[in-house]
C-alpha cells in the first residue's frame, strides 16, 4: 500500500484492465473502475453489494473533456465547476449517450466529480491520458460507514490481491471526512438546482455562485443511495441524545447493566469507551467516521452520540448522523 509514482502507474494500468482500485479523495475512499468498462463497473456493485438500480459518480481530472460525459453542460454547472472543482462538489447532469447506463444505474443523468486529493488527480491524469472516467463509489460495503484511511478500505474488503481490489492507494485520511455535496442540474427548467445530499460545500455557498438557492428533493429527484433512511450506520446501533438528556441516558443504561460507547463534543461528557470530537465543523467532519469505526469496535449495546448543534454549517453532519442513528428512540428504548 502506497501512493508513489510507481504505485499510481501500476494503478492506473490495472483499472484499465477493468479490475477495481480503491484511491484516497478528500472526502473519503473510492472504489473505483472504468466508467467506459461495464463489468468492471458491475464487479463494484458485486463487491459493495450495491442494488444495481443505484448510479455511481464518474470522478474526471481536472481539464477533461465533460463533452464525452454530458451532452449539454449548463451555465449553472460551469459557475459551479469554475468555483468548486477539483473539490467536493459534484453536479448531476444528463448523460451522453455513450456512457453506459450501468453506471447511471439505468438513469439518463449521470453523476460528475473533479476530486481535489493530488493522488487521485495524479491517478485520473495516468489512466487513460486524463481523458477517462473513474466510476467510483465510497470504499465500503452498503449502507455502511464511510473509510476515511486506506486501513479502513482493507477492513471492509480484505488486503488488495485477497478480496475483490488489485490495489489500495493510500493518501493518509481524507480531509473533508463526509461525502461530497451532491447537487442535480438535471431538471433545470423544471424544477431549478436540487441539493441531494448536504455536505463540505454548503447550500449558501452554491446559492452565492448560482444566485439562487438549490431546493430540496423532492419525490422525482434522481435516486441517492446516501438518502435512503438507513445509511453510514455502523453494526452496532447508534442513538443521536440532545446535550441536556445525556447525563440521565448515560445513568440510566448503567443502572441497566447497558455498555455505551460515546461520541461527544462538548468536554463535559466523558465515558470508559468515548471519544471527542472537534467543536468546530471541519474538524468534526473529518474525525466523525473514524470514530464512529472505533466506538463500533467496542461492541458496546449502544453508541450515544451527542447530537450537534442544528444550524446550517452543521447540515451535512447532521445528515449523516440521522442516517446512522435512524432509530434512536427505537434503540433506546429496547435498551431501557
Ligand atoms: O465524496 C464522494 O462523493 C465519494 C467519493 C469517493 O468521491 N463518493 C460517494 O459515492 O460518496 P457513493 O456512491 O457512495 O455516493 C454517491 C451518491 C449516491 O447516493 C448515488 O445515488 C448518487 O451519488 N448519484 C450518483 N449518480 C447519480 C445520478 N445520476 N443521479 C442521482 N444520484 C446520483
Ligand atoms: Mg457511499
Request: with cysteine.
Amino acid at each position: 500500500m502506497s501512493s508513489d509514482t510507481a504505485a499510481i502507474e501500476h494503478a492506473a494500468r490495472l483499472l484499465e484492465q477493468g479490475k477495481l482500485v480503491a484511491f484516497p479523495t478528500e472526502t473519503v475512499y473510492g472504489l473505483g473502475a472504468d466508467a467506459s468498462h461495464p463489468d468492471a463497473v458491475a464487479a463494484i456493485f458485486a463487491a459493495k453489494g450495491r442494488p444495481s438500480n443505484h448510479p455511481v459518480i464518474v470522478h474526471v481530472a481536472r481539464d477533461a473533456d465533460l463533452s464525452r460525459w454530458t451532452p449539454h453542460l449548463p451555465h449553472e454547472a460551469q459557475q459551479l465547476i469554475d468555483a468548486f472543482w477539483p473539490g467536493p462538489l459534484t453536479l448531476i447532469l444528463r448523460r451522453a449517450p455513450q456512457v453506459p447506463a450501468a453506471v447511471a444505474g439505468g438513469q439518463d443523468t449521470l453523476g460528475l466529480r473533479c476530486p481535489a486529493h493530488p493522488v487521485a488527480q495524479a491517478l485520473l491524469r495516468a489512466f487513460r491520458d486524463g481523458q477517462g472516467g473513474l466510476a467510483a463509489p465510497s470504499a465500503n460495503r452498503f449502507g455502511r460507514v464511510s473509510p476515511t484511511t486506506a486501513q479502513h478500505v482493507i477492513d471492509e474488503f480484505g488486503a488488495p490481491g485477497i478480496g475483490p481490489l488489485a490495489a489500495v492507494l493510500d493518501g493518509g485520511h481524507c480531509e473533508v471526512g463526509i461525502e461530497s455535496t451532491i447537487v442535480d442540474l438535471s431538471r433545470l427548467d423544471t424544477h431549478g438546482p436540487v441539493l441531494l445530499r448536504p455536505g463540505h460545500i454548503s447550500a449558501a455557498q452554491i446559492a452565492a455562485v448560482i444566485g439562487r438557492m438549490p431546493a430540496l428533493p423532492d419525490h422525482a429527484a434522481p435516486r441517492v443511495s446516501g438518502s435512503l433512511d438507513a445509511h453510514y450506520a455502523p453494526t452496532t446501533p447508534v442513538a443521536l441524545v440532545d446535550r441536556a438528556a445525556l447525563p440521565s441516558t448515560m445513568q440510566q443504561l448503567q443502572a441497566r447493566g447497558r455498555s455505551f460507547a460515546l461520541i461527544a463534543y462538548s468536554e463535559d461528557f466523558s465515558a470508559i469507551h468515548g471519544m471527542h470530537l472537534p467543536d468546530h465543523t471541519d474538524g468534526y467532519a473529518h474525525g466523525l467516521y473514524a470514530s464512529l469505526r472505533e466506538m463500533d469496535a467496542r461492541d458496546a449495546d449502544v453508541i450515544l452520540v451527542e447530537r450537534p448543534p442544528q444550524h446550517a454549517a452543521w447540515q451535512g453532519i447532521n445528515d449523516r448522523l440521522r442516517r446512522a442513528a435512524f432509530d434512536s428512540a427505537g434503540v433506546l428504548d429496547k435498551l431501557l
